[in-house]
């Protein structure tokens, strides 16, 4: 994988994250708390758990240590009462997210990160979070469809059909 192709995923991914918030903001408030679920978290769970291991992931591989971003720094949906806390907070890791993307290099990508046990390439990585993000929107979207609410389609070619061609 290339920084090039990374960067585009994540593109991706917060394309998909965008699109399921503004479905999400057409929400009461008691909507937006509802305890219905896929699988074990309801909407505002879901968006906060992707926030969460969007964030503790890119600590853990750029080498923080444990505490820091292991099950006791864990973000928790209790504490983001509204979409417009959750967001504020998305915003702020997405810049951070994006600096630190800029920062690889392709060598970088196809090396293991710092600390890291399993000695994967970074890459494999960087295609687990999009992947994860891409299944917790798709699971948010279910709750939003069901809620009369859906964001339509996420897919990749639906993402690459809305960007501007290049040339």
């Known amino acids: 994988m290339r920084t090039s192709e990374a960067t585009t995923l994540f593109d991706y991914l917060y394309w998909a994250r965008d699109v399921v918030m503004a479905a999400t903001a057409d929400l009461t408030t008691a ?21 969460d291991v969007q964030w503790s992931w890119r600590e853990r591989l750029k080498g923080a240590d444990w505490e820091e971003w292991g099950p006791d ?8 009462p509204t979409l417009e806390s959750v967001v504020e ?9 994006r600096a630190w993307l800029a920062s690889l290099t392709d060598a970088d990508l196809d090396a293991s990160p710092v600390r890291n046990e399993d000695r994967q390439p970074l890459w494999h990585y960087v295609m687990h979070l999009v992947s994860h993000g891409i299944q917790q929107f798709s699971e948010a979207a279910v709750l939003l469809t069901r809620a009369g609410h859906s964001p339509g389609d996420i897919g990749f070619l639906e993402f690459v059909g809305r960007r501007p061609r290049p040339g």
């Open 89 to 97: 907070h998305w915003r702020r890791d997405e810049a951070d997210m």
């Open 31 to 51: 909507e937006f708390r509802s305890t219905d679920t896929v699988s074990n978290r309801d909407l505002r769970a879901t968006l906060v758990h992707e926030l």
């Open 73 to 80: 720094a864990e973000l928790k949906a209790e504490d983001y």
